[in-house]
């Protein structure tokens, strides 16, 4: 949602370029998309119009932007500065370009008009987008450093299973922030500010973590599967897996693919008729066989009652199942004590 500003941005701009030469006036307009047309047009671009080049074309655009700064038009235009100062502040201090445009409108001339402002402004300084953030515009450098370094601890702190809700993340954020006001320590700032990184990002279920991990940066079924599975928090059919992956992620999503991609992935467990968990919930792969070695290996004999209790949280089976593989003598063997032993461990006398 914009947020209302006091001032007509375009009025401005119409005001400040009035204090140069045609030239140099018709450069700003086309280098910043203040025209008719809202393309920004490259030094390039621009040089070609002119039969210059593109040096020249960046000479015109300083000179002219500071001849307006020394101008009397500058000057009757404090409040205006002033109040895009106050704004970004209101927003964190330190705020997303693309984000903090959006906020003031959503016409795209007004935005193109606000960021000339900002480019013309003495308060304004702008980080260009690197490998950690993206493009932003903020008033003060010591926040500004403060934020991205906290941002940096956060980013390293977390590995690429990770994945946080919403909330969890922020308060993960802010015990990584060091010597900034309280007053921007609120929950909206913050998730603000977890945009800045590139390096951290929030998937389609609303969840956080590395940028570039799978879980965030999700390519394919397999993806969509995982978090589909993980946010049910419960074993599922591939069925409503499939379902689950249209409707969440607006992907057609058939069933016979789906279930092929289940079968594929470690990270999945077949627990049951078409029921599938995540391994990482502590869900041992392989038939029921394996998962009573399993049991046995973790847990030493244990008598058929032990085992049925312990297979059962593991896969979605009826105990007879579990007691027919029991009585598979090739893979176990019962002791004196009715206390079932996996075949190659030790054996009670």
């Known amino acids: 949602m914009a947020t209302p ?13 009035a204090v140069l030469p045609e030239r140099a006036r018709a450069v700003l307009t086309s280098r910043y998309g203040l025209g008719a047309s809202t393309t ?9 119009t002119y039969g210059i080049t593109r040096e020249r074309v960046r000479q015109i655009e300083n000179y002219a932007l500071n001849n307006i700064r020394k101008s009397d038009a500058y000057k009757s235009e404090t409040s205006v500065f002033k109040e895009l100062e106050n704004l970004i ?4 201090g330190i705020v997303v370009e693309d984000d903090f445009l959006g906020h003031v409108s959503s016409d795209e001339s007004i935005q193109n008009a606000i960021n000339f ?37 956060l ?10 809700p919403e909330s969890e993340m922020v308060n993960t954020f802010l015990e990584h922030l060091e010597g900034v006001s309280e007053k921007y320590k609120n929950q909206e700032i913050l998730r603000r500010w977890l945009g800045l990184s590139k390096k951290v990002g929030k998937n389609a279920i609303g969840e956080w973590g590395v940028a570039h991990s799978p879980n965030i940066h999700t390519k394919g079924m397999r993806d969509y599967a995982f978090l589909v599975i993980r946010k049910h928090g419960s074993p599922i059919h591939f069925r409503e897996v499939a379902n689950q992956i249209s409707k969440v992620f607006k992907k057609k999503a058939h069933v016979a693919t789906t279930h092929n991609e289940l079968i594929k992935d470690p990270r999945f467990v077949l627990v049951g008729r078409g029921l599938y968990a995540l391994k990482e919930w502590g869900y041992v792969s392989g038939v029921v066989r394996d998962v009573i070695k399993s049991v046995l290996e973790k847990n030493g004999p244990m008598t058929k009652e032990e085992i049925i209790e312990k297979v059962l949280k593991e896969r979605y089976v009826k105990e007879n199942t579990i007691i027919v593989n029991l009585q598979n003598h090739k893979y176990f063997k019962k002791d004196k004590e009715n206390r079932y032993h ?8």
Do not use: C
């Not at 502040?89 to 964190?92: M, V």
């Not at 996996?342 to 006398?349: E, F, N, Q, S, Y």
């Open 5 to 17: 500003i006091q001032f007509k941005p375009k009025q401005s701009v119409k005001r400040l370029l």
């Open 40 to 48: 920004k047009m490259t030094l390039d671009a621009i040089g070609k």
């Open 89 to 92: 502040h209101s927003l964190g």
């Open 117 to 153: 402002l900002l480019v013309l402004g003495d308060g304004f300084k702008k980080r260009k987008e690197d490998d950690e953030f993206r493009h932003r515009w903020h008033v003060n450098d010591e926040l500004a450093g403060q934020v991205e370094a906290s941002l940096r601890k």
């Open 155 to 164: 980013y390293n702190n977390l590995s690429d299973q990770d994945l946080l």
């Open 342 to 349: 996996a075949v190659g461990a030790a054996v009670a006398a």
